[in-house]
């Protein structure tokens, strides 16, 4: 393959449902669709972790959260294991970033970047410590309300920030872009968008608005599954226990919309950049996002869950060496960037635990098995999910095991774990994860890691007096705590 300069562009809290590209019936993104028609998509791209900042770090280092021990939103990476941006920068190859990273950020770390661009880190370097209180006596966060009472027409520091993010990195595509011809290098645009606060810009949401929105599958009470981990979650972020009536719902849906077709026109401003500079002959695209978001189903807001709307991520590879118009359902993962990121400038490879998508793209479909893993807030127990071509597994360490056979149940309505028909499924996922990792350990491992870090950072006393955080703010704005 030849080396080629790399532009990934990457979102936050993408739904992989919520893409026209993917069949959804409104969703307004011409720029995304576009990029999907001129490469190949991943239908079942997954988060290594449905939360930011562990998401990141493995997106980083090409490893599975248990594997590099960045558990939770309050321990960011900071450079301690090597990046797919170090192994580029010490080959000589221009690595920058524009945009959210959601590192540590404290001062000499170096996270691997050729140079930081209006980075956005976790607040403090200390980032969300009562998250770290994982057990029944977790607080209620108070946030929740304030992000879902933010849901309507305007702009916010977000949208603000993503506006400025699009604009620089047209800036370095047309002005620092041309420097660098010796080696191939790689632009990461990293956005908020469409990341709570529902907030979008009146043009984007008066587009759902103002029609009839459906209601979420499996919202109303009744319909709603239960889980001892949902239970959990939901006290603990207890987004729609403030949402009082339908039209609060379709609001929050029309913010949410509305945001992802606003991140959608910024994709549309950089690409148009990468063409009218000529880059585009000699430069490969990536989207992807660092995890999905509930968007009302089953009741549920936010992250932090395995099912589709949250641990699936959209992934769209374009470029020389990539078949156009191509969808592919071999399950992918954000630890797939690491070695896509070194295939596409042609750099030394280097282990990790993912594959390159150029790889995947040109094969025949392939029945992989993929990892995602959660110990952080809302969690009292570690919680694990492995997915392959039709199967989801998702297991605990108390709680009962929940499988969802996706071939015949795409919207994973029904479990079927209880019915003995899928014993033999249960058997060889539950085999498949004891080849990964043992849960028991690992659990104990996150919440070692995250008793240390709470201590270290002035304990329980100092996390509470400090606050409840609903979102980072941007570069250049302060804190509103909660």
């Not at 959210?100 to 000499?108: D, I, N, S, V």
């Not at 810009?201 to 499996?218: G, I, V």
């Not at 994860?433 to 996150?446: F, I, M, S, Y």
Request: hydrophobic share 40%; proline share 8%.
């Amino acid at each position: 393959m030849k080396p080629q300069n790399l532009l990934i562009i990457f979102s936050d809290e993408h739904n992989p449902k919520v893409l026209g590209a993917g069949g959804h019936p409104f969703i307004s993104t011409p720029n995304l669709d576009a990029l999907a028609a001129s490469g190949t998509r991943f239908t079942q791209g997954t988060t290594p972790c449905p939360i930011c900042v562990p998401a990141r770090a493995s997106l980083a280092t090409g490893r599975y959260v248990n594997e590099i021990g960045y558990w939770d939103n309050a321990d960011a990476y900071e450079g301690r294991v090597p990046s797919w941006h170090h192994l580029l920068r010490d080959q000589g190859h221009r690595v920058v970033s524009i945009g959210k990273l959601h590192f540590r950020g404290h001062p000499g770390d170096d996270h691997g970047f050729s140079e930081e661009i209006i980075p956005m880190h976790i607040v403090d370097g200390l980032g969300d410590l009562i998250s770290l209180r994982r057990g029944p006596d977790a607080p209620v966060r108070g946030g929740a309300k304030k992000m879902i009472g933010q849901a309507g027409p305007g702009e916010s520091d977000y949208t603000r920030y993503d506006r400025n993010i699009a604009a620089q990195a047209q800036i370095w595509l047309r002005e620092e872009a041309p420097k660098y011809q010796d080696k191939p290098w790689v632009l990461f645009v990293s956005m908020v968008a469409p990341h709570f606060p529902l907030t979008a810009p009146p043009e984007h949401f008066y587009r759902y608005a103002n029609r009839q929105l459906p209601m979420p599958k499996q919202y109303a009470k009744a319909e709603r599954p239960q889980h001892p981990h949902l239970a959990d979650y939901s006290s603990t972020m207890n987004y729609d226990s403030h949402m009082k009536c339908e039209a609060d719902v379709r609001r929050a849906l029309a913010g949410y919309f509305g945001l992802v077709s606003f991140m959608d026109e910024q994709v549309g401003k950089v690409m148009a950049a990468l063409k009218e500079t000529g880059l585009i002959e000699n430069t490969r695209v990536l989207y992807t996002t660092d995890h999905g978001d509930n968007n009302g189903a089953r009741g549920l807001w936010g992250k932090s869950t395995m099912y589709e709307e949250s641990v699936g991520v959209p992934m769209i590879l374009a470029g020389s060496d990539v078949p156009a118009g191509k969808v592919v359902t071999t399950p992918t993962n954000l630890v797939d960037v690491f070695a896509t990121a070194l295939d596409a400038v042609g750099a030394a490879p280097a282990p990790s635990s993912g594959l390159s998508l150029f790889d995947i793209a040109n094969a025949p479909d392939q029945d992989r098995i993929v990892l995602s893993e959660y110990h952080a807030a809302g969690s009292h127990e570690a919680i694990f999910m492995l997915q392959d071509a039709r199967y989801k597994y998702v297991r605990c360490i108390s709680y009962p095991t929940q499988l969802f056979d996706r071939l015949n149940d795409p919207e994973e309505l029904r479990d079927v774990a209880a019915d003995p028909a899928y014993a033999p499924v249960i058997k060889r996922m539950e085999e498949a994860l004891r080849t990964r990792l043992d849960p028991a350990e690992v659990d104990l491992r996150a919440k070692q890691r995250q008793a240390e870090v709470l201590a270290a950072a002035g304990g329980w006393d100092f996390a509470w007096k400090r606050g409840d955080l609903p979102f980072s703010p941007p570069p250049g704005v302060a804190a509103s705590w909660s």
